[in-house]
């Protein structure tokens, strides 16, 4: 696609249930980029990918959260037992390359996770 | 890691010039990102500094000094639809994420 896509746009689960979230960068990207926005907030940076492998992985907030990515493309990000304070929008962003200088990062529209 | 710095929130009048300011510390600098967010849509790309000095971009400027650690976006002939959150992201070289600051939330009013 043209844009880097995410799936589900929406989600509403209940407390405790696992879910999962997708991302599809754009083609050719080899960074892909997981940020949480909580209503009102700035953007938490969770985890990054350069191709398959995951240098940063600090921004998780607990051992709740992880991530993949296979073949260099699209990315599943996982919440295991959801709590009422992981609801808030979840933003994915591809790049050229991490580190490439000069490559701007390209949001998709973002999954809005409930947890009710 | 990173510290990056932004005021919170700033009014300012349809028509006039504000100046939106951003400090970082980082290690390993690159250059910084600016992106503009409006309520409810993702954020979009608006300028990236790599040398000291202001570029222009139509009603948009971003200025960059790395020695202070300084960076601040002008928008100038303000509308309302510039009404919107403004983030800045120093930018590390080498094999680092993309980290931004809080965000400036703007509000353009009559």
């Known amino acids: 696609g043209a844009g880097v896509s995410q799936s589900p746009s929406n989600k509403v689960t209940e407390k405790g249930k696992d879910v999962e979230l997708r991302c599809d960068p754009i083609?050719?990207?080899?960074?892909l980029y997981w940020y949480r926005q909580s209503l009102g907030q700035g953007l938490e940076f969770l985890i990054y990918f350069q191709g398959n492998s995951a240098p940063d992985k600090s921004g998780l907030p607990s051992d709740r959260f992880s991530a993949e990515r296979t073949g260099g493309s699209v990315s599943t990000l996982t919440i295991q037992r959801t709590q009422q304070e992981d609801s808030a929008v979840y933003l994915c962003?591809?790049?050229?390359?991490?580190?490439?200088?000069?490559?701007?990062?390209?949001f998709g529209q973002g999954t809005r996770l409930t947890v009710v | 890691g990173q510290n990056i710095d932004q005021p919170t929130e700033m009014t300012a009048t349809e028509g006039a010039i504000v100046q939106i300011n951003c400090t970082y510390q980082?290690?390993?600098?690159?250059?910084l990102f600016w992106y503009q967010q409006h309520a409810g849509e993702a954020p979009t790309f608006l300028s990236y500094?790599?040398?000291?000095g202001l570029e222009e971009k139509g009603r948009f400027s971003s200025f960059l000094s790395r020695s202070k650690g300084y960076s601040y976006l002008l928008l100038k002939e303000l509308q309302m639809k510039d009404s919107a959150s403004y983030l800045c992201?120093?930018?590390?070289?080498?094999?680092?994420?993309?980290?931004f600051g809080k965000g400036t939330r703007l509000s353009v009013i009559a």
């Open positions: 980082t290690s390993g600098f690159n250059g």
């Open positions: 083609s050719g990207h080899t960074a």
């Open positions: 992201a120093p930018w590390n070289s080498g094999n680092t994420p993309l980290v």
């Open positions: 500094n790599v040398l000291d």
């Open positions: 962003a591809s790049s050229l390359g991490a580190g490439i200088p000069n490559t701007e990062a390209f």
